[in-house]
């Protein structure tokens, strides 16, 4: 069985806001929960599949019961937590359930507020005692990956510069986005050194917000106005150091959710007109792209370097909306905005500056954790009908 | 720097208390399984590679290399370099480097375990040989 061509996103909705001192968490849950319901011309009592994950207060059933989600048809719920591609993740099962005859019209939702104020910390797994003191965070964690992968492949800080770059080209047309001056690698490479080699240009911004998807089935799509996106592969997996056997950190759990992607859908990386691919820092990007297969293992630096990301000049243009890196970056978790520029980008919805012109085949990727620690991956593509 | 910065006891459990009581006597302890053969850390009780539940302890050399460091430049206690060192008996790990200038790591240098005192059992970290 496949879930190929079996959903559409019908429906997206990312929170304008990038700072809301103002709202509660749930608010802002049920904010784009309704953009993205009204984006698909449909109402909430169509709803009868609900996906959160540990952004969501409370989980599934307070969001459910807070959210007025008719319970009466409300028949599918899934809170999967994987980080950052939580979304992506999400998007596949709803994809499943729908092809199972479990549900019909999917709602997923992302919101929180880290710029407002600390988000809890994560709950810890059985490495707790052997590894908490030792301070892991994003940014060294991601540190790490990048130092690991300079060494294996001479990787350097000016190419992984030109990934900020190409999102500050992509940012200065969104008036949402948090960061929109232009940048160079220049740039990059005088911001103040965060965790080596990691500069403070090469980190995503903290922001406030959120998003939502309606996914449903081919018949409903059909019926509704907005130009058809459907899924066509999927992809996901997790990766860890395994007892300390299997540590490399210049990969990550990508190259196995990428390739199960694209047999899927049945295409390669060669087709694909547009990515969205997680920008938490620019050595993710880098990574992602070279286990997506977009590029040979080694050669991501070559490849994003000279502006080969900024749509109208390169080859790949990628998170056309800024991404992570300029845009938001809402709860630490950007697996759902990639989907969102993704649906843009395929309806013809995205900045014309940055508009790729016939975009009919784009993927969304993402990871969540901590690439240099335990982390999932998941992979979606995504195809205009 | 680091002598000055206050470490949090590790909790311990029943799988992982042997590790905490040999650490008391400055003992790095891995885990082997006597069915596959394999070395892991941090301890299980059961085998992550064949699943037997044949583990034995065993005492690392507590020597090894640096897999990769990251240099975090500013935190509530000061600058402090995370790193993966690869043990001599296989199995990578996550820890800090400490007593070294931190600008002058590299991967690839040897590195050899020191305990750090907490109020309960010390925490090992690596330092450059």
Redo the contacts between chains.
Sequence with gaps: MTIKGKAYIAGIFEHPTRHAPDKSTAQLHAEVAKGAIEDAGLSKDDVDGYFCAGDAPGGAWPMVDYLGLNTKKLRHVDSTETGGCSYIIHLGHAAEAIAAGKCSVALITLAGKPRTGPMPPRAAGAELDFESAYGATTHNAYGMCAMRHMHDYGTTSEQLAWIKVAASHHAQYNPHAMLKDVVTVEDVLNSPMISDPLHRMDCCVVSDGGGALIVTTPEIAKSLKKPQVRLIGHGEAMKGPRGGKDLDLTYSAGVWSGPRAFEEAGITPKDIKYASIYDSFTITVLMQLEDLGFCKKGEGGKFVADGNLISGVGKLPFNTDGGGLCSNHPVNRGGMTKIIEAVRQLRGEAHPKVQVPNCDLAIAHGTGGLLGVRHAASTAILERV | MSEAKK??A????AE?APF?EAARQGKFMIKRCTSCG?A???P?AI???CFSDKTDWEESSGEGTI?????????PTGP?A???V??KE???????FVDCDLTTLK?GQKVKVVWKSTDGAP?PFFTPV
């Design positions: 470490y949090p590790p909790v311990t459990n992982t905490w394999e892991h850390y941090f299980r085998c992550p590679f897999y990769t460091y990251s240099l975090m430049r500013k935190s402090y995370i790193g993966y690869t043990l296989g199995p990578s790990l996550q820890t800090n991967i925490l």
